[in-house]
Nanobody
């Protein structure tokens, strides 16, 4: 099993920044991708950004240039630096770990609210 613990969400004004963290523990081995997804009220969960164990990143078009994903392999932690936040970024953000040949795991989610 893999456990994911997220932190860093909250209420922020438009244009400000937040940094999300997700620490993974448990049976982590092999090649795995870490990422962030989000789900706004009444909408489907969508990809925000992913990063492979080799550091290759992928971003949703809506966050390119504003969000940066990174990871610390020694700490099994993934980060999401969110700059220039907009009201439409309001959602529950979920951490995700996908282990090749094993499965996919999700965190419990952290609320991000962008409002003046």
């Amino acid at each position: 099993q893999v456990q994911l613990v997220e932190s860093g969400g909250g209420l922020v004004q438009p244009g400000r920044s937040l940094r999300l963290s997700c620490a993974a523990s448990g049976r982590l081995f092999g090649i795995y991708t870490m990422g962030w997804y989000r789900q706004a009220p009444g909408k489907q969960r969508e990809l925000v950004a992913t990063i492979t164990s080799g550091g290759r990143t992928n971003y949703a078009d809506s966050v390119k240039g504003r969000f940066t994903i990174s990871r610390d392999n020694a700490k099994n932690t993934v980060y999401l630096q969110m700059n220039g936040l907009k009201p439409e970024d309001t959602a529950v953000y979920y951490c995700n770990v996908a282990i090749l040949g094993v499965g996919t795991y999700w965190g419990q989610g952290t609320q991000v609210t962008v409002s003046s």
